[in-house]
């Protein structure tokens, strides 16, 4: 079964279109209801649910290869029109943590996260122009013809790697990145397993990854993914520690596996371990989750 209404100009347009006299008032007045009927049309028919889960998306490469961690860029396109079909809109990572998703109403929240600062997610050409093949480039093209979908994505980068091609373009990366709405947050500093190192190791990592989060434009709080999804021996550094004369501290973390997360309003959030699903379609990823949805398995987060 269908679950969307899509957002219909047609009868907008039709209604502008008509001749209106003055002798005529019952049609003036039609029209006026059918615009207001149309100005409140739901992105799906579904009820609203505050309660329900949130889809988190991990991905890493956009290029042939086997695993969930690689996606080709037709394949994401496809992604892409999946979520958008079923009624998915997309919010940032730091939005569902201060839970300020600016839904419009009926549709169904979908954080899209961008790990390790791959050279395949951001990636300029010779000209200096955006790599139409690279995840941001896809996704740019995509959001031109569907503007409720706007290039809103969470990237937790390396500040090493920052996509390639460092010395000509990273600064450059970074603004656009920025400017389109997306946001820069944190995957430590040279993604270790944070519970092979010392408490002070530990807060070294996640300390400077946020001072230079903070640098690059991204405004605090920074939310962390961690690597692997592995989290540290001792966890009380993610309640806040002092690093460099600053106060460091974390509106959330994220792990690299699990099911749907659950609402930014549930008590039973655990903001240090947020679960994100592999963008894949094999194995428990997101695709798997879709399916379950589909099937009314799980029920989603719904913009009232
Ligand atoms: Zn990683």
């Known amino acids: 079964m269908k679950l969307v209404i899509l957002l219909a100009t047609s009868l907008h347009s039709a209604g502008c279109s008509m001749k209106v006299g003055h002798t005529d008032p019952p049609v003036a007045s039609a029209i006026a209801q059918s615009a207001s009927q149309e100005s409140e049309k739901r992105v799906t028919n579904q009820p609203g649910n505050t309660m329900g889960r949130v889809f988190i998306v991990m991905y890493h490469h956009f290029k042939p290869g086997h695993g969930d961690l690689y996606r080709t860029p037709t394949q994401f396109r496809h992604d892409l029109e999946t979520y958008y079909d079923m009624g998915f809109r997309p919010v940032l990572a730091s939005e569902y943590l201060a839970n300020k998703m600016p839904l419009p109403s009926g549709a169904m929240p979908i954080i899209l996260t961008f790990d390790d600062s791959n050279p395949t997610q951001v990636h300029f050409l010779a000209d200096g122009s955006l790599d139409p093949k690279c995840a941001l480039g896809v996704w740019k093209d995509f959001a031109e013809t569907h503007p409720d979908f706007p290039v809103h994505g969470t990237f937790f ?10 010395h000509k373009y990273r600064d450059k990366k970074i603004q656009l990145v920025l400017s389109m709405g997306s946001e820069i947050e944190s995957h430590t500093m040279t993604h270790p397993f944070l519970n092979r190192l010392t408490d002070a190791r530990v807060e070294r990592e996640l300390g400077d990854a946020n001072i230079t989060m903070e640098k690059f434009g991204q405004k605090p709080p920074i939310s962390l993914a ?79």
């Open 157 to 166: 980068v390396l500040p090493g790697e920052m996509w390639g091609q460092l």
């Open 226 to 304: 961690l690597p692997y999804g592995v989290l540290p021996r001792h966890t009380q550094c993610f309640y806040g520690f002092k690093w460099k004369g600053q106060k460091i501290h974390f509106s959330g973390v994220f792990l690299a596996a699990g099911p749907p997360a659950r609402s930014p309003i549930d008590p039973k959030i655990k903001r240090f371990r947020i679960p994100r699903m592999a963008g894949n379609w094999e194995g428990d990823a997101v695709g798997y989750w879709l399916k379950e949805l589909k099937k009314g398995k799980i029920k989603s987060y719904v913009q009232p």
